[in-house]
């Protein structure tokens, strides 16, 4: 959920900024923030085509454990509490039968 939610806040930004996120996404490639899991998933952000390999729904099902849990243990889950809030938004937007990736949409703007 780290890298996904990483990837939709810079693919977010990227656009709010006007750049194109195939750039933002091509920095991040061979770098140390780059994974196999970004590369699979960069065409679908740069695309925008979040067409389902793993659903939101069950993403954030696994978000929901991991906070119970977190909060059973005392253990801090503020990665994945983000991440569940960007997957909530998309939810709202889109359904919950997109990909996990498609979280983009979930980022909010400052502005709103």
């Known amino acids: 959920m780290a890298v996904s939610a990483g990837a939709a806040e810079g693919v977010a ?3 709010a900024i006007g750049l194109d996120p195939a ?3 091509a920095a991040l490639e061979g770098g ?3 994974s196999p899991f970004l590369q699979l998933k960069a065409p679908m952000l740069r695309d925008e085509d979040y067409a389902v390999a793993f659903s939101t729904r069950n993403a ?3 978000a929901g454990l991991i ?3 977190g909060a059973e243990h ?3 889950t503020a990665v994945t509490d983000a991440a569940a809030t960007y997957m909530d938004e998309q939810i709202r ?3 919950d039968e997109n990909d996990l990736i ?3 949409v979930g980022v909010p703007r400052a502005d709103g």
């Open 32 to 34: 140390p923030l780059d």
């Open 102 to 104: 498609g979280m983009v």
């Open 13 to 15: 930004l990227s656009r």
């Open 67 to 69: 906070q119970r849990l």
């Open 60 to 62: 954030r099902k696994d």
């Open 93 to 95: 937007l889109q359904g």
């Open 74 to 76: 005392g253990t801090r």
């Open 23 to 25: 750039t933002f996404l």
